[in-house]
């Protein structure tokens, strides 16, 4: 079982629709981040979080410590968000001489259609 | 307002072959990471280097090697190029280890 499971890999929808992409986790972490992915291939940091939630126009990630989840929502979503979604954790046991290791999810495809 | 560049953007080497990949960060970031990312594998920590001066090995570090030639830069080498090694190579920075991370463009390397 992959340490960062995401749910689900695909997702197609219309424009307009409210978007949940989730992440799932079993390692102690300090820290979840989200990345978006566009199609030409860059990457974005969209969030970094340890508890609660966080908002940026459109996109809001909480994350729940305890039942070791995070979900990544979109608002109104638009096709100009269509991506690869892209959690990470920051776990807090696995060290890397002092630097602590990201371990990645496989992504979320997200399409939203005109 | 550059960020991060990564150069080359593509590249083709045969078995055997050498190539080094340049990164550079103007943020005046404190760490620097090459990761690799292939299908169904998630993005994966190559090399990194916490501060100037300092390189440490990541996950899957075997047939690379890199360089922190100065705050900005941090480049990758493949000294003997192997078909495994195909894959799209990412340099990102970060201001201290494990904050936000900024990424490069990234590079499409194909080793036939």
């Known amino acids: 079982k992959n340490e960062v499971e995401q749910s689900p890999q695909n997702l197609t929808a219309q424009e307009g629709e409210f978007i949940t992409i989730n992440c799932s986790y079993s390692v102690g972490i300090s820290a979840l981040h989200w990345l978006q992915q566009h199609p030409g291939g860059g990457i974005v940091s969209l969030f970094m979080?340890?508890?609660g939630k966080k908002k940026h126009g459109r996109l809001i990630a909480t994350i729940n410590i305890q039942e070791k989840h995070s979900s990544l929502h979109i608002t109104a979503s638009h096709p100009r968000d269509s991506a690869v979604y892209i959690c990470a954790v920051r776990s807090s046991y696995n060290l890397i001489q002092g630097a602590q290791k990201l371990v990645f999810g496989q992504g979320t495809r997200l399409t939203i259609n005109p | 307002n550059a960020g991060v560049t990564q150069t080359p953007k593509f590249q083709v080497l045969k078995t055997g072959q050498s190539m080094t990949l340049q990164c550079a960060q103007d943020?005046?970031?404190?760490?620097m990471y090459w990761y690799r990312q292939d299908p169904g594998m998630g993005l994966r920590l190559i090399y990194y280097?916490?501060?100037?001066?300092?390189?440490d090995k990541g996950e899957v570090p075997n047939g690379y090697n890199v360089s922190r030639l100065n705050k900005r830069e941090f480049s990758l080498r493949l000294e003997s190029a192997a078909p495994s090694q195909t894959s799209v190579y990412f340099c990102?920075?970060?201001?201290?280890?494990?904050?936000?991370?900024?990424f490069g463009s990234g590079t499409q390397l194909s080793v036939l």
């Open positions: 943020m005046n970031h404190n760490s």
């Open positions: 979080l340890s508890s």
């Open positions: 280097s916490a501060s100037e001066g300092t390189t």
């Open positions: 990102a920075s970060s201001r201290k280890p494990g904050e936000k991370l900024f």
